[in-house]
């Protein structure tokens, strides 16, 4: 099986409802986000996915991301916006863009240098 991994990063405020720390209060990341893509063949040129593809895709997802509070996000207005929450998120919008021979395989994302949070393929 081979892995490409692309990163990107964006910065976004967020408060954690329910923390019942200092989380709590609104404050802001460098939030740093990894991809990992799987298959088993390659193509003609040798590659299981072009670097730049992949990361346009990602820069297009985390552009609506970056630079803004992520409480008013839809999609995290029922949900606190943990770092879990948003590597689901990045993942759910990765999946459909990837091509179906591939496999979506994981989203990291650090909101600091030693912290961050995953979402994986159960396959």
Request: glycine share 4%; proline share 2%.
């Given at each position: 099986?081979?892995?490409?991994?692309?990163?990107?990063?964006?910065?976004?405020?967020?408060?954690?409802?329910?923390?019942?720390?200092?989380?709590?209060?609104?404050?802001?990341?460098?939030?740093?986000?990894?991809?990992?893509?799987?298959?088993?063949?390659?193509?003609?040129?040798?590659?299981?996915?072009?670097?730049?593809?992949l990361?346009?895709?990602?820069?297009?997802?985390?552009?609506?991301?970056?630079?803004?509070?992520?409480?008013?996000?839809?999609?995290?207005?029922?949900?606190?916006?943990?770092?879990?929450?948003?590597?689901?998120?990045?993942?759910?919008?990765?999946?459909?863009?990837?091509?179906?021979?591939?496999?979506?395989?994981?989203?990291?994302?650090?909101e600091?240098?030693?912290?961050?949070?995953?979402?994986?393929?159960?396959?």
């Open positions: 099986m081979y892995t490409v991994m692309v990163t990107d990063s964006f910065a976004a405020a967020h408060s954690l409802k329910f923390a019942r720390s200092k989380c709590e209060n609104l404050h802001g990341h460098n939030w740093k986000v990894e991809v990992f893509v799987c298959g088993k063949g390659l193509d003609k040129s040798g590659m299981l996915m072009d670097f730049d593809k990361k346009a895709i990602l820069k297009e997802i985390i552009s609506k991301l970056d630079h803004k509070n992520l409480d008013d996000l839809q999609f995290l207005r029922e949900n606190s916006p943990s770092s879990e929450i948003i590597a689901e998120h990045i993942f759910l919008e990765l999946v459909p863009n990837i091509p179906e021979e591939l496999l979506m395989k994981e989203v990291r994302v650090w600091s240098a030693d912290s961050c949070a995953s979402y994986t393929s159960d396959e």
